[in-house]
T-cell receptor, first 109, second 112 residues
């Protein structure tokens, strides 16, 4: 079983739609969780950290379920500019971050 | 802007030649990383550094070496480039708060 798994997609949605991505991780000792966004031929950029209590940043909501070892990202009211690849990232204490392979989102008008 | 500069940004080299990629940071972060990204594999850690002259291997370190003689510079060397090392290479730094990492803009390497 891979350490961090994501549905690769692509997710094709119209503008204004709500879309959700899930990610599972295998190591129960994982301590930090993040979502990164990567545009084509660009570097990954931090979208948001994920906290146990869940957190929201505008149209984006991230949730963590430690018991089931999964992380989710919800995007409401999708914009054309949300089209990108979204990377789930997990960190265990004292190690580098482990990246999922990413989920591709395409928002169309 | 995390103050990370990678050079060169693009390079084409021949099989068997040595190649060095440089990562330069301006904010004195302790941890620095080299990742490669390939279709179907995502981002994979090559080597990382936790201080001057302190480095360790990552998941895909074979064929690569690193050096960190100054806090601000982390060098990745392909001793004898192979076609399988054609990839985009990202340098990253880790900030002290929240274990968040930030990436450089990437170095596109083609080995022909």
């Amino acid at each position: 079983r891979k350490e961090v798994e994501q549905d690769p997609g692509p997710f094709n949605v119209p503008e204004g739609a709500t879309v959700a991505f899930n990610c599972t991780y295998s190591n129960s000792a994982s301590q930090s969780f993040f979502w990164y966004r990567q545009d084509c031929r660009k570097e990954p950029k931090l979208l948001m950290s994920v906290y146990s209590s869940g957190n929201e940043d505008g149209r984006f909501t991230a949730q963590l379920n430690r018991a089931s070892q999964y992380i989710s990202l919800l995007i409401r009211d999708s914009k054309l500019s949300d089209s990108a690849t979204y990377l789930c990232v997990v960190n265990q204490a004292g190690t580098a971050l482990i990246f999922g392979k990413g989920t591709t989102l395409s928002v169309s008008s | 802007d995390a103050g990370i500069t990678q050079s060169p940004r693009h390079k084409v080299t021949e099989t068997g030649t040595p190649v060095t990629l440089r990562c330069h940071q301006t904010e004195n972060h302790r941890y620095m990383y080299w990742y490669r990204q390939d279709p179907g594999h995502g981002l994979r850690l090559i080597h990382y550094s936790y201080g001057v002259k302190d480095t360790d291997k990552g998941e895909v370190s074979d064929g690569y070496s690193v050096s960190r003689s100054k806090t601000e510079d982390f060098l990745l060397t392909l001793e004898s480039a192979t076609s399988s090392q054609t990839s985009v290479y990202f340098c990253a730094i880790r900030t002290g708060s929240g274990n968040t990492i930030y990436f450089g803009e990437g170095s596109w390497l083609t080995v022909v």
